[in-house]
């Protein structure tokens, strides 16, 4: 199978690994461009037999992914508040790689927040760089949700009463305290987390894929179904772009340079001067 037509992504084979390295300048944006590759890839490496166990991480040591596009974001219309029915394409994107008959791994050696903490939160196994991983869910403090999975799998990970501290404190986790919370499976020191997630991908992968495939989706049978919870999910976050709130914050979040490399490496202090 052919996986070299990505302009984002690269990805490389080997034991039965797939090895998929984002690499989308200049801050791994979760733009239309990389939601659609994603989307693609899932697809592809479903029916891809050699493959067995499948590795995400970023070619830019400082972002995993930033987050999702916001300008997309703002280009969504306003008016829809019926409850959908169907599953958004994000949705439809994650839930792909969460039921992959595959075991997904994210290795995060940068910042992963909003819509990318949600694409890890949909792969099987975290692994976080201690001292240089950050994961956080800002989204509240634009006015909007989490509305890519986050609201759905964060409490079923932490608990309700963790994951309300991070989907409404809207503040950086270390990979030290999301370890300690269950965000992520393992915080290792950085010169390590590259031989320990190759080290299990390959373990894993010299297993018979029937094996894999069939004790991943037993493992899955253990919780509900989420459908309804993202479509729930989904309902909400098209009602919150009908404030005008949501609609002021992510103007000014944009215009005091949100999504460039200065202002994403540290955003916290700029949510708390959105709404003044």
Same mark, same amino acid.
Request: with cysteine.
């Given at each position: ?11 490389? #084979? ?7 390295? +984002? ?81 997904? +791994? ?7 927040? %909003?819509?990318? $903490? /949600? ?8 692994? *976080? ?13 634009? %006015? ?5 999975? %986050?609201?759905? #799998? ?8 963790? *994951?309300? /501290? ?15 919370? %269950? ?11 590259? *031989?320990?997630?190759?080290?299990? *991908?390959? =373990? ?34 098209? =009602? ?14 944009? /215009? ?9 490496? $540290? ?10």
């Amino acid at each position: 199978m052919n996986y070299d037509d990505y302009n984002c992504l690269s990805v490389g #084979r080997a034991d039965g690994v797939a090895t998929v390295t +984002i690499d989308h300048a200049p801050i791994n944006l979760l733009d239309l461009d990389l939601l659609l590759e994603l989307d693609r890839l899932s697809r592809q490496l479903e029916t891809d037999a050699d493959v067995s166990v499948v590795v995400v991480q970023s070619a830019d040591p400082e972002f995993f992914i930033a987050h999702a596009d916001v300008t997309l974001i703002e280009r969504m219309p306003s008016d829809d508040l019926d409850r959908p029915t169907e599953l958004p394409l994000f949705h439809q994107m994650v839930e792909r790689f969460r039921t992959l008959p595959k075991v997904t +791994i994210g290795k995060i050696e940068g910042i992963a927040r %909003g819509g990318g $903490s /949600e694409f890890l939160l949909s792969l099987d196994m975290r692994f *976080a760089a201690a001292g240089k991983a950050v994961l956080a869910q800002p989204e509240v403090a634009l %006015g909007i949700l989490p509305g890519g999975s %986050g609201t759905q #799998r964060l409490p079923r990970l932490l608990g309700r009463s963790r *994951a309300l /501290e991070v989907i409404l404190g809207c503040e950086d986790f270390t990979a030290e305290l999301a370890e300690r919370y %269950g965000y992520v499976n393992r915080a290792l020191p950085a010169e390590e987390i590259g *031989a320990f997630v190759s080290n299990l *991908a390959t =373990r894993i992968a010299s297993f018979p894929a029937e094996a894999i495939a069939l004790a991943k989706q037993a493992a899955a049978a253990a919780e509900p179904d989420p459908r309804e919870g993202l479509l729930e999910e989904a309902w909400c976050f098209n =009602r919150t772009l009908a404030t005008e709130a949501a609609r002021r914050r992510m103007r000014a979040f944009m /215009e005091a340079g949100g999504q460039t490399r200065e202002v994403e490496r $540290s955003i916290t202090g700029l949510f708390d001067l959105l709404g003044k």
